[in-house]
């Protein structure tokens, strides 16, 4: 396929020891590698096999199926039965494996992970995410919660237990995110939810 016109997407990137978000752009090239794998017949835009449409951040959001690994057009979900993101937390902290995670982490975890369109960055919330389902593992919240770093943290909040808020401010830590400072969010709000249309899974996207 032949490109005739130039493309930059912006990127953004937080830069550790100058404690900023940075944007560059993101040349052509990258959108070439995509068209290059559509023609090996690998779905690397969209997970549904009979969708051969491009993804534009700019216009469009992509919804990321965490049991099938791939991205979906927003428009290749949408014709399905939707769900309040408000609904669907309802759902997750109802299932009995859940039954001891901390609400705060259920919130972070299972959002939708997004990239692209108005609500979200090109890069999507899928790091934070990423960061957010670690702690839905007991072991990990077990080797956390006595770190050197909640130590301190709980010793700074004065209380002696983790509690619900610390693990937002370890995932606010771990991630370098800053109120006011960065724009990225841990939870955005007020989405719909929809049944991935592969795997089907019970877990929405
Ligand atoms: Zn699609
Ligand atoms: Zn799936």
Redesign the pocket.
Known sequence: MLILTYHYYPRYFWVHNEEVLRVRSVYLQERLVRLNNIHKGDPQIC?LPQCRKLWSPDEEEQRY????S?WYHMSCLERQERVSQANYMDTIRARVENSDIPDTILTVAFQPTARGGPCHFVTGNIRVIKQARSLLSKDTRQVISQSPWMAAHLIEQTHSHVQDNDWIAYLESELSIKEDITEEQLVVDGQSCYP??????VFL?
């Not at 199926?65 to 099938?68: F, V």
């Not at 991935?196 to 899974?201: A, D, F, I, L, T």
């Open positions: 997970g199926c965490w049991e099938c791939k991935c249309p592969v795997c089907k899974s996207i």
